[in-house]
């Protein structure tokens, strides 16, 4: 069985907004869903390095590696792969989100309501644990 490692970021600024993503119309797995910039550790590549990478390849945003923090991991079985989710929380001083082809909206959320925005199984209990144990 094969293993893919995800990095997801909740992206959030000084005044308490969470970046919130929609994924394009055209996506394969989840059109038009909601979603948190992140996706695919690359070989050669630390989780960190990708999450910093993703954020930037998604949404224009420069977050240095100094304002990333893992917040949560989960191991799970999800289509017949292992999947490693990763979850970082990162703060921006820059709110001006320029959308890759991956994604056709965005929108700035209350951090305190991300988790019920995003409605994701994995990414939502994630952001739940670092909210109940003060890591956001």
């Known amino acids: 069985m094969t293993t893919d490692i995800v990095a997801k970021a909740v992206v959030y600024t000084d005044d308490g907004k969470a970046l919130l993503l929609t994924r394009s119309q055209t996506d394969a797995q989840r059109p038009a869903g909601f979603d948190l910039p992140g996706g695919g550790v690359e070989a050669r590549e630390t989780m960190q390095e990708a999450v910093l990478r993703e954020i930037f390849e998604e949404t224009g945003l420069a977050v240095t590696s100094t304002d ?15 999947v490693i989710r990763l979850l970082y929380g990162c703060k921006t001083h820059d709110d001006a989100v320029h959308l890759s082809f991956e994604h056709d909206a965005f929108a700035w959320v ?20 670092a909210e109940t144990n003060g890591l956001l």
Not at 68 to 82: F, I, M, P, R, Y
Not at 112 to 127: K, R, T, V, Y
Request: aromatic share 8%.
């Open 110 to 129: 209350p951090l305190a309501s991300i988790a019920e925005e995003l409605n994701h199984p994995h990414w939502s209990e994630g952001i739940r644990y």
């Open 68 to 82: 990333v923090q893992l917040l949560w991991t989960k191991a799970v079985v999800d289509h017949g792969k292992n």
